[in-house]
C-alpha cells in the first residue's frame, strides 16, 4: 500500500486544540518558556506545541486526563491542578513565543512535538535540561540546540528554529 500524500498541517488547529491553562502541568516546579521561529529569524506567531515528559521520579506513565468542564454547556474550564498528566499543548503568541509551567522530569528532557503553517508533518524535538547519552552523541554545535538555557533558578529558556543556522534538531520516529 503507497502512502497518502501530505497536506499542509495548519493554521486551523489553533482554533481547537488549545485548552485553557494547557501549558501548566504542574505548579512549584520549573517554568520552560522560548519562541518558535523560522529560517529569517522571525517569530511564527500560529505554531501549537505539544509537550510530554516524565515525572520527577522518572515515571512516564502520568494520569489520566486532568481537564475540568462547565456543567451547564461542557466548555473546557481548564486543569483541575492536582493530577500530573504529563501532557501539554501550548499555541504561540503573536511574537512566537511559548510557556510550560512544569517540574524537572526524571529523565533529563521533554519531548516537543510542533505543528505550524507550511509544514507537510509535524516536527519531533527534545528540551534537554542536563547532559545525556544521545547529546554526547551529536556535534556540539547540534547538541546545543536541544539544551535548555536557565536563565534563573527555576527558569529555562528553548528557542525552536524551524531551519536556518540555528535549526534545532529534529528526530526521525518514521
Known sequence: ?????SQTVGP??????PFPGGGDLATGGIT??????????????????EFWQADPAGD???????LRRDPVN?????????????????????????TLRTVEPGNGY??????????LHHLFTRIYFRPDAFLDSLPPERAR??????????????????????????????
Not at 33 to 49: E, T
Not at 60 to 66: I, K, T, Y
Open 110 to 119: 521533554i519531548s516537543v512535538c510542533v505543528f505550524a503553517r507550511g509544514l
Open 1 to 5: 500500500m503507497n502512502p497518502t500524500p
Open 60 to 66: 512516564l506513565a502520568g494520569a489520566p486526563g486532568s
Open 74 to 98: 461542557g466548555a473546557v474550564l481548564g486543569r483541575h491542578g492536582v493530577d500530573f498528566t504529563g501532557f501539554g499543548r501550548v499555541p504561540t503568541d503573536a511574537d512566537g513565543h511559548w
Open 12 to 17: 486551523f488547529y489553533g482554533y481547537a486544540l
Open 32 to 49: 520552560v518558556h522560548g519562541r518558535v521561529l523560522d529560517g529569517a529569524g522571525d517569530p511564527i506567531p500560529d505554531a501549537l506545541l
Open 145 to 174: 540546540t536541544l539544551v535548555a538555557v536557565e536563565e534563573r533558578e527555576g527558569v529555562h529558556r528553548f528557542d525552536i528554529h524551524l531551519q536556518g543556522e540555528k535549526e534545532t534538531v529534529f528526530l526521525d520516529f518514521g
